[in-house]
């Protein structure tokens, strides 16, 4: 089945520089990429996504980059705010088009 | 509002006490699904349902029921919790035919003993 990969677990910035969380998946087939983000006690929200077709979507602060080659992927967030403070989570869709997740990496923006 | 609501929000049991954790959307959506997220683990797929009538294992379906008779509700149904069952459960739904663009309900905090 398909093997997610989310680096790094834990990452702290300071507010206004730039954040970026890495992922890796294993089956070639995957074609859907979503990125959710979790704050404390809810549950995951739909940030952005990208398909295997595109190699690179933004919104505003927010851009998702996508190496079918290498397979990974990468959540990249700009002049970051202490909102932007959550649990950040990566997904791939694998044969059966369902998702697997990756381990989830909690941002912390320092005022 | 449009959501996707869970109930209940918490809940504490004992081994082998049945128990339903319902999940309703109210946005007409076709596809639903239950995750639960461990620590370190992410979120792992229990079941999921394409349609009404329609149910399928995901990656952890084992101790765990669901059935889809409405297109609204999704319960969650543990016939004989366990502590190993210990989690936090999320239902989800999403407008098209698959987990893509998916809702997320706020969450149950199931503990069995």
């Known amino acids: 089945g398909e093997n997610v990969e989310q680096h790094p677990s834990t990452l702290s910035v300071q507010e206004g520089d730039s954040a970026v969380i890495k992922c890796t998946y294993s089956?070639?087939?995957?074609?859907?990429f979503p990125w959710y983000k979790q704050e404390l006690g809810k549950g995951p929200q739909l940030i952005i996504d990208i398909r295997s077709n595109v190699g690179e979507k933004k919104d505003q602060r927010i851009a998702v980059t996508l190496n079918k080659t290498a397979k990974h992927f990468s959540l990249h967030i700009t002049e970051t705010q202490p909102e932007d403070s959550a649990v950040y989570f990566c997904?791939?869709?694998?044969?059966?088009?369902?998702?697997?997740f990756g381990s989830g990496t909690q941002l912390t923006v320092l005022p | 509002e449009a959501q996707v609501t869970q109930n209940p929000r918490y809940l504490i049991t004992v081994t082998g006490k049945k128990l339903t954790v319902t999940c309703s959307q109210n946005?007409?959506?076709?596809?639903m699904s239950w995750y639960r997220q461990d620590p370190g683990l992410g979120l792992r797929q229990i079941y999921y349902?394409?349609?009404?009538?329609?149910?399928d294992k995901g990656d952890v379906p084992e101790g765990y029921k669901v059935s889809r008779k409405e297109k609204r509700n999704f319960p969650l149904i543990l016939e004989s919790p366990s502590p190993n069952q210990t989690s936090l459960y999320f239902c989800?739904?999403?407008?098209?035919?698959?987990?893509?663009?998916?809702?997320f309900g706020p969450g149950t905090r199931l503990t069995v003993t």
């Open positions: 089956d070639s087939a995957s074609n859907y």
């Open positions: 349902s394409m349609n009404v009538e329609v149910t």
């Open positions: 946005m007409n959506h076709e596809y």
């Open positions: 997904a791939a869709t694998d044969s059966a088009r369902q998702l697997t």
């Open positions: 989800a739904s999403s407008p098209r035919t698959g987990p893509y663009e998916q809702y």
